[in-house]
């Protein structure tokens, strides 16, 4: 499993996201299509970037019980997504049914990711609003834990998380990891943020971009900027 950056695509409609993609005329980077294109653009969105060259992570953090997501991940399956994802709040029953739902005979299966807690969700929110009484970064590495016994292949997680996770999961245990920023720009409402080079560093296998790549003026060379700093 190859280190790589992927793209955050954070476009609201199809037009913007392939002008955005028109930029990059050599290497095809990995995208993460997220839930406001999708459903702004429609399940076609997945073929149309796929046939463009590019691999998927299509971030629809599912959560329902576990026959629905099966079959919603057998459909997502079928778009040809290489990688897609569920909230480990759904339980290892959820989880291993997604992995069932995305399994196909003769077919490489997509990676499949999980949310631990949300990084918008604060020790004291988790405790006030959800009642779980326990530190965040337990609860962070316990549902790490349940992803990696229900065959999952990794968690998205802080940067800053990332070897803690290894730890506890294996060092084959993906760790996919958004908050990336460069040393000179922008932070933005991020606030748990690391560098790609810092990323590298602490073991993380896949950095999740997206404004510093998406925002800038010259979107190649900020993407080429993160390859170099990540991948070496
Ligand atoms: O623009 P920026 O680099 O902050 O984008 C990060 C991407 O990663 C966004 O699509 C955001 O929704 C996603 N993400 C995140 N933190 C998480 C999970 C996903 O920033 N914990």
């Excluded at 793209?7 to 290497?27: E, G, N, P, R, Y």
């Excluded at 992803?147 to 060092?171: F, H, I």
């Excluded at 800038?216 to 080429?224: F, G, I, M, S």
């Amino acid at each position: 499993m190859g280190k790589d950056v992927i793209i955050a695509c954070d476009f609201d409609s199809k037009q913007k996201v392939l002008d955005f993609l028109d930029l990059f005329t050599d290497k095809k980077p990995f995208v993460k299509i997220g839930m406001e294109l999708f459903y702004s653009a429609g399940p076609e969105i997945v073929s149309e970037i796929k046939k463009r060259g590019h691999k998927i992570f299509l971030d629809l953090k599912l959560c329902d019980i576990p026959n629905t997501v099966k079959k919603s991940m057998s459909v997502l399956a079928e778009l040809g997504v290489d990688m897609c994802n569920v909230h480990a709040f759904g339980t290892k029953a959820m989880m291993e049914a997604a992995i069932e739902g995305l399994t196909k005979e003769g077919k490489q299966r997509p990676l499949l990711i999980a949310v631990t807690q949300l990084t918008s969700t604060s020790e004291e929110r988790m405790q006030s609003d959800l009642l779980i009484n326990e530190k965040l970064e337990d609860v962070v590495m316990h549902y790490a834990k349940n992803a990696a016994d229900s065959g999952l292949d990794g968690v998205v997680c802080s940067p800053l998380e990332a070897s803690l996770v290894k730890d506890k999961c294996g060092k084959e245990f993906l760790t996919v990891t958004p908050g990336i920023r460069f040393a000179d720009g922008d932070v933005g409402d991020q606030v748990r943020i690391t560098t790609p080079a810092k990323a590298k560093e602490i073991g993380s296998d896949y950095i999740v971009v997206g404004r510093p790549i998406t925002a800038a003026e010259d979107p190649v060379a900020a993407y080429n900027r993160c390859v170099a700093e990540f991948v070496g």
